[in-house]
């Protein structure tokens, strides 16, 4: 037996169905008990992972096959109460959340042949990608001049989609936008009635604040959830469970946890779970269950490089990104239970396509030649039997697709990426994965990154500090990876020339996440790689030496006027709005009443208004008003409004302020030195 087992993931069902066996009595006793219980010893016994609560209380966690507990008697205790018990609920509370794509299909739906599920913490789906064939799960809107571009716009399009102010008529969707999609179709009866409860339950949360969201809101969460999901909305059931597991680690105060995360999150599930209880018949709303595998025929890629996955959840592993002759991007995934050990482990496994023997470094770095291939909606290679592979000899950066990939200018690029709406953080998420080549010269390290400008290799002569400043934040901190190190070296050198392979940053002004880098052709400053490295370094995995940089006196100094360069989002006085909107999940509407009780939020207010963001100082004051508004029941006495309203003038106040901050990231790339 072993006393080192960890929880297993647990379906959302299962934890809602045991708080709500609780008495009112032992549900007041359950957010002490589940850190209570959390912290004993955990036996594995086989399968089984058990652990004694007491001395007539041990509990059984028994998962299934595929490691999840899916169903109810999966979870036993041999107390007296069981299985109405506190420790059974609190133990089932404290485990991680089961992935949908682990769980069964719900009655009524079968998995076709192809449908493969994803694995956690790999990149999304995303239809429409370049290395994906043609589908039509998710259709472009027919009038996508309805989502807000610009801050005005944003702050009347999402009073429009949220019901701006306290004024509107109650109900999750009482303002929905008129745009309508191609192919759209209802929702039905049930997906309507699942929505809404999903905003009931959402709505609730929002006016707690993470204080009053513990394991009982969060368990209705979760049972609205699990609603969703009977109901055919997997989009909303995935944003309902990212919620809940942003309010976990709030709570509990994870070292990775961001309240803007967590902002994002619910802005997100509640701005689908209105559409939808409105009856939009926009399906993006709805989304997709499964990622189907689709023949896609022969196919020659060439690797770029790789990329370590650690999720929060406990997954760990490698992404492989290649790329054909004509510029299709394509992944290869290896990502499974395991954490930082299996992501450095998984960086030289095998790859598991055919009967090809390389491992991801030797891909990263080398090719393949597909016959029977099958890709996913995103771009992900399958591993059928039927698909045979074999190896071939790579490309360099200079070469071919990828010499390509670093002659488009970075901001036209950048602007590419950006350019969709703020109303999905999903979609939004899903169109900045694709990765953008650049020539940068390295200018020094400012804070928590390094800032470079764009080095143009193209043409008679090569053009230094084309375009913006642009930051440069590692992908990951955590200490098992060579992220920070690698850019902490590459600061080092001011002056350096350097070939980039990176992803924009979509919350920041200007900043790229560098992911592989390499050195510029013919360049005398620029890096100086092992010959086994075949001229390309992943900053995750390959760790960059001194040795392997230009001396100091070669490389020309790239002078001092990036640093005093502003950064329009944090010039901006948008703070004040971002403070009152995470202020709402952070306290409460408590917090923000108090808020507006002191005279705070108008001072705010006037303060956008003579900076002229006059529609964002509206919702601040909107949201600081309803979440002061008492009413007075049958007897006369104060009590606090409903939660729609307050949910209402908060989703509206977060879109626009998305939206506004949005439109300054993509005007940030434009900016001229």
């Excluded at 008679?460 to 955590?478: D, I, K, N, T, W």
Aim: one cysteine or more; a neutral charge.
């Amino acid at each position: 037996m072993n006393s080192s087992a960890t929880l297993p993931p647990v379906a959302p069902h299962v934890v809602a169905a045991a708080v709500d066996a609780l008495t009112s009595r032992l549900r007041k006793k359950l957010d002490a008990a589940v850190g209570q219980y959390a912290a004993l010893v955990r036996v594995a016994d086989g399968a089984d992972v058990v652990v004694t609560c007491g001395e007539d209380a041990v509990v059984t966690l028994s998962p299934g096959p595929s490691g999840v507990i899916a169903e109810e008697g999966q979870a036993r205790c041999s107390c007296l109460l069981a299985p109405r018990c506190l420790h059974r609920a609190a133990l089932l509370t404290a485990c991680p959340l089961a992935d949908p794509a682990d769980l069964p299909l719900p009655d009524g739906e079968s998995a076709t042949p192809d449908d493969v599920p994803a694995s956690p913490g790999s990149p999304p789906s995303r239809p429409g990608h370049p290395g994906a064939p043609p589908t039509d799960e998710r259709p472009v809107p027919a009038d996508p001049g309805r989502t807000p571009e610009t801050g005005q716009e944003a702050g009347q399009g999402a009073g429009q989609g949220a019901g701006q102010g306290s004024g509107q008529s109650s109900g999750p969707g009482s303002g929905q936008g008129d745009g309508r999609t191609a192919g759209a179709v209802v929702p039905g009866a049930a997906q309507v009635a699942a929505a809404a409860g999903l905003w009931r339950a959402a709505a609730a949360v929002l006016s707690a604040g993470v204080p009053g969201a513990g394991a009982v809101p969060q368990a209705e969460l979760l049972r609205a959830a699990h609603t969703a999901r009977l109901a055919g909305l997997p989009k909303a059931e995935a944003a309902t469970l990212r919620v809940v597991r942003g309010l976990r680690a709030a709570r509990a105060r994870y070292d990775g946890h961001r309240l803007a995360d967590l902002v994002s999150a619910l802005r997100e599930l509640l701005l689908t779970v209105g559409r939808l209880a409105a009856s939009d018949p926009d399906p993006a709303l709805v989304g997709t269950v499964r990622r189907g595998y689709r023949p896609n025929g022969g196919l020659k890629v060439y690797g770029v490089f790789r990329e370590p996955v650690i999720s929060s959840t406990g997954y760990g592993g490698v992404v492989t990104h290649l790329v054909t002759d004509d510029g299709r991007w394509f992944s290869v995934a290896d990502v499974k239970p395991g954490g930082p050990a299996r992501a450095r482990g998984a960086a030289t496994a095998t790859v598991a396509i055919g009967a090809a023997m390389m491992s991801h470094a030797q891909l990263a770095r080398g090719g393949l030649l597909i016959a029977g291939a099958t890709v996913s909606p995103d771009g992900r290679l399958g591993a059928g039997k039927g698909v045979q592979a074999t190896p071939v000899t790579g490309l360099a950066w200079t070469d071919g697709p990828l010499g390509a990939l670093f002659t488009r200018p970075l901001a036209e690029a950048a602007g590419e990426r950006l350019s969709a709406g703020a109303w999905s953080e999903e979609e939004s998420a899903e169109q900045v994965r694709e990765p953008v080549g650049c020539d940068l010269v390295i200018v020094g390290a400012a804070g928590d990154h390094v800032l470079a400008r764009q080095f143009l290799t193209a043409g008679p002569a090569p053009a230094e500090g084309e375009g913006p400043v642009v930051r440069l934040v590692p992908a990951s901190r955590h200490p098992d990876l060579a992220h920070v190190e690698n850019l902490r070296r590459l600061a080092s050198r001011p002056g350096l020339r350097v070939r980039v392979v990176a992803r924009v940053e979509p919350g920041r002004a200007a900043t790229l996440v560098p992911l592989a880098v390499g050195p510029v052709a013919g360049e005398e400053a620029t890096l100086r790689l092992p010959p086994e490295w075949q001229g390309r370094a992943d900053l995750g995995y390959d760790r960059l030496q001194g040795s392997h940089l230009p001396a100091a006196d070669a490389c020309p100094p790239p002078g001092q006027d990036a640093y005093g360069e502003a950064d329009p989002l944090e010039g901006a006085p948008l703070w004040r709005v971002r403070r009152l909107v995470e202020l709402a999940v952070s306290g409460g509407r408590r917090a923000v009443a108090e808020s507006a009780r002191g005279g705070d939020a108008r001072r705010q207010a006037a303060s956008l208004r003579d900076a002229g963001f006059r529609t964002a100082a509206g919702l601040a004051v909107a949201l600081a008003d309803e979440a002061d508004r008492r009413e007075r029941d049958v007897f006369g006495r104060l009590t606090e409004a409903g939660p729609d309203g307050y949910a209402r003038a908060w989703l509206a106040a977060a879109t626009h302020l998305a939206a506004t901050e949005r439109a300054l990231v993509r005007t940030s790339w434009q900016a001229t030195p």
